[in-house]
């Protein structure tokens, strides 16, 4: 269904070894918390990757560093061949926000209840001058058609509070695409909404991909739903990227011992997009963390190594890569570059 045959070979945004660090702890205690560490991938115009992994794995904060709405402690975040790091502040900044949005998870916070329908469209074609002011109501009319709105002059003067959780996420959609946006970083999109809205959403969000080639981060912690939306599957342990591969190929084999882990708890195929992760028999060690694979503590294939120093990546076919000593002789990274 997700139009996986498109070929896609132009790359859109690069992410390079991102890290952010929190202090956190009282004044005269602080301390680190690494949040996201060494994350690197790419997407390409018009595909959807999902970001994979249990609460506090740093999915959301790895979204709104590429949405700016958090400044990154390293790296660097390139769009269409510009750093966005260093070109910020000013026009390039700007044009960076209008081309890449995101959607929320929660769509009762994300919409304010004093504002209508009109006018949280209204607002980023303002900020960004991207339509003639009286070119605006037709185009808000226009994009809540696109998200399944109709008639699109029902909805266009009502507030929040008098549409359903599926419409007010339509609406966070229709937001986001006010702008004309590339990229679409989507925080758990579904996971607020009943379970028999969640299914017309993806499909909204494959939809938009197929006819306007947006392409989506898709994050989220149900492998069931990433398989069903995404070309790719990042799986994200502890701030860290521990695998990539095509969905299928995620699915069907998943190679590095955390991604087993889910899969093994996750649903079979088709299975309901319901399931949840498995209970965590521990939290993701990400303050101040010793070195060595950040799994290793859960791991039951764990190698005397594997505590010495974190894995690199090993490269297999089909651009598939994983982050494990199982996997051959992959490069050992030092420390710390957050
Ligand atoms: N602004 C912040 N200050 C301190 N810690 C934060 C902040 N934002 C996120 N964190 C921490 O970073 C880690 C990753 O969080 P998050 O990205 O929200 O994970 P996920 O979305 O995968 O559940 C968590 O331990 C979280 O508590
Ligand atoms: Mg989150």
């Not at 963390?289 to 990546?313: D, H, I, L, Y």
Request: aromatic letters at 6%.
């Amino acid at each position: 269904m997700s139009g996986r045959e498109i070929k896609m070979t132009d790359k859109l945004l690069d992410i390079q070894h991102l890290g952010v660090r929190f202090e956190i702890g009282s004044m005269f205690h602080k301390s680190g918390l690494r949040a996201v560490h060494d994350v690197s991938f790419s997407v390409d115009r018009g595909e959807i990757v999902a970001l994979v992994g249990e609460s506090g794995s740093g999915k959301s904060t790895i979204a709104r560093l590429i949405c700016r709405l958090e400044k990154p402690t390293s790296g660097r975040i390139v769009l269409d061949g510009k750093d966005v790091l260093t070109s910020e502040p000013g026009a390039a900044g700007k044009e960076y926000r209008r081309r890449v949005q995101m959607i929320f998870q929660d769509p009762f916070g994300s919409l304010n209840p004093v504002h209508t329908i009109a006018y949280h469209l209204a607002r980023p074609m303002q900020i960004h001058q991207t339509i003639d002011s009286k070119d605006r109501r037709s185009r808000i009319l226009q994009l809540l058609n696109t998200v399944g709105l109709r008639p699109a002059e029902d909805y266009i003067d009502k507030f929040p509070h008098s549409l359903s959780g599926g419409q007010r996420q339509r609406v966070a959609i229709a937001r986001a695409l006010a702008t004309g946006p590339d990229l679409i970083c989507a925080d758990e999109p579904t996971s607020m909404l009943d379970v028999s809205i969640r299914v017309d959403i993806l499909q909204l969000l494959t939809d938009l991909r197929n006819e306007q080639k947006t392409a989506f981060i898709f994050v989220t912690h149900d492998l069931a739903a990433a398989r069903q939306l995404a070309d790719r599957i990042l799986v994200l342990y502890a701030g860290q990227l521990v695998e990539e591969a095509t969905s299928d190929e995620l699915i069907a084999t998943p190679k590095h011992p955390y991604a087993r882990l889910l899969l093994a708890a996750a649903p079979q195929k088709g299975g309901s997009l319901e399931t949840p992760l498995p209970a965590k028999p521990g939290t993701p060690q990400n303050v101040d963390p010793e070195p060595g694979c950040p799994f290793s503590e859960r791991c039951n294939e764990v190698m005397e190594m594997c505590r010495q120093k974190t894995p690199g990546w090993t490269f297999l076919e089909n651009n598939r890569r994983v982050r494990c000593y199982l996997y051959g002789d992959a490069l050992a990274t030092e420390g710390d570059d957050t």
